[in-house]
């Protein structure tokens, strides 16, 4: 265990001998790296962002392009809501998030349109007056083109902010952010060209497709990237994370493509929807709670590791690495006056963020800095709980 002398016990549970504040064997290291990447990506991603709304008030006019945002809203807040409960037991930094928003609803959108026009223009010199095949550009060229550009963002993210990869629901949830951008971005594209095409009824039958029966689609098929990074990091990272990247891009281009071609070219799609992607759903649904558990299983142990040590008492592990647990938690923080809620949920924040960093160590895949973090999230833990106790 931490080498660290234990700190002082909190709130309503048995109190423990206080001990010595914590000598430090090593000067603590910030990670600077993760918020310099995320500043610059947040900024580059708003700038091609701005690119993106200026050519898509060119392509469709700025009445529809309002129009269509307001419509893509929709399915974006259910799927977002979606996402933030998947990440409510350990939160990913919101730097992050938003990059990752940015990746897919803008570079991504980018990368795909210009790939898009590059093919168009070569059909068009090779075949003058040709066109690409419809059935190549919706179930080929698309899923490859469209899941690489998305699995890039992840992959960023994972090579600039390793320390926020503890496993695959992390992956799950920055693949998922990533997909609800670009299926943001790719909504306003579809409901407007739609209302100019067909008129309402034509953007209400889209809309029904695209923000009713499938809003999670471009999640699915990311999800097997994002997925595959988190079990390459989770098995040592490194190199190797590469391959994992290709494996699970190699999923995620394979479930568009069956997704695509079932709903644009089968003889009965909604027999096929019914039959191939609403199971696709909930296999991905009970995936997703099986992670969610096995994030609070290794938060009770690790935190039981430290409670060994003296860091915590075992009452406080129930507080801390349990939903009951931490309910309980924050219902004596509002009942206190001032109310400590803020306080609190730092303190939870904190102690599983130790957890998953104890993980690593355990693990053998923390090294150096996975010590120094260790160091400083116990050193505000044990800021934390004084100021609970005041």
Not at 166 to 193: Q, R
Not at 252 to 261: D, F, K, M, R
Not at 359 to 375: M, N
């Amino acid at each position: 265990m931490s080498h660290l002398a234990p700190g002082p016990s909190p709130y309503p549970v048995a109190p423990q001998p206080v001990a010595a504040a914590p000598a430090w064997a090593a000067p603590v290291r910030a990670r600077s790296g993760g918020s310099v990447f995320a500043i610059v990506g947040i900024v580059i991603g708003g700038l091609v962002g701005l690119l993106v709304v200026a050519y898509l008030a060119l392509a469709l006019g700025a009445s529809v392009l309002v129009i269509g945002s307001i419509l893509a809203f929709v399915p974006l807040a259910g799927v977002l809501l979606a996402v933030r409960w998947v990440d409510r037991w350990e939160p990913e930094p919101r730097g992050a998030l938003w990059f990752a928003f940015l990746w897919g609803a803008a570079v991504s959108v980018a990368i795909a349109l210009i790939v898009d026009l590059g093919v168009e223009l070569a059909v068009a010199y090779s075949q003058p007056g040709g066109a690409t095949d419809e059935f190549v550009r919706t179930v080929v060229q698309a899923p490859i083109v469209e899941e690489t550009a998305k699995g890039l963002g992840v992959l960023l993210i994972y090579t600039f902010a390793r320390w926020q990869f503890d496993g695959p629901l992390d992956g799950l949830v920055y693949a998922a952010v990533v997909a609800a951008g670009f299926a943001f971005t790719e909504n306003i594209i579809y409901f407007g060209s739609s209302l100019i095409e067909g008129g309402a009824e034509s953007l209400g039958a889209t809309f029904v497709i695209r923000g009713i029966f499938s809003p999670f689609a471009h999640v699915l098929f990311t999800a097997c990237t994002g997925l595959a990074i988190g079990l390459g990091a989770r098995r040592g990272g490194g190199g190797g994370v590469i391959g994992w990247f290709f494996l699970g891009l190699a999923g995620a281009i394979a479930l568009h493509a069956l997704w695509n071609g079932s709903l644009g070219f089968g003889e009965d799609a909604i027999g096929l929807y019914v039959t191939v992607q609403v199971p696709i759903f909930v296999a991905a649904i009970l995936l997703t709670l099986y992670l969610r558990r096995e994030e609070v299983r290794v938060t009770r142990r690790r935190l039981a590791e430290y409670a060994g040590a003296g860091w915590f008492s075992h009452a406080e592990v129930e507080l801390l690495a349990t939903p009951a647990g931490r309910r309980q938690a924050k219902a004596w923080a509002r009942m206190q006056a001032p109310p400590r809620t803020a306080l609190m949920k730092r303190l939870i924040a904190d102690a599983t963020h130790l957890a998953f960093i104890r993980q690593r160590i355990a693990t053998g895949q923390g090294g150096a800095l996975a010590a120094a973090d260790e160091q400083a999230l116990l050193a505000s833990i044990v800021a934390e709980r004084h100021a609970l106790l005041g």
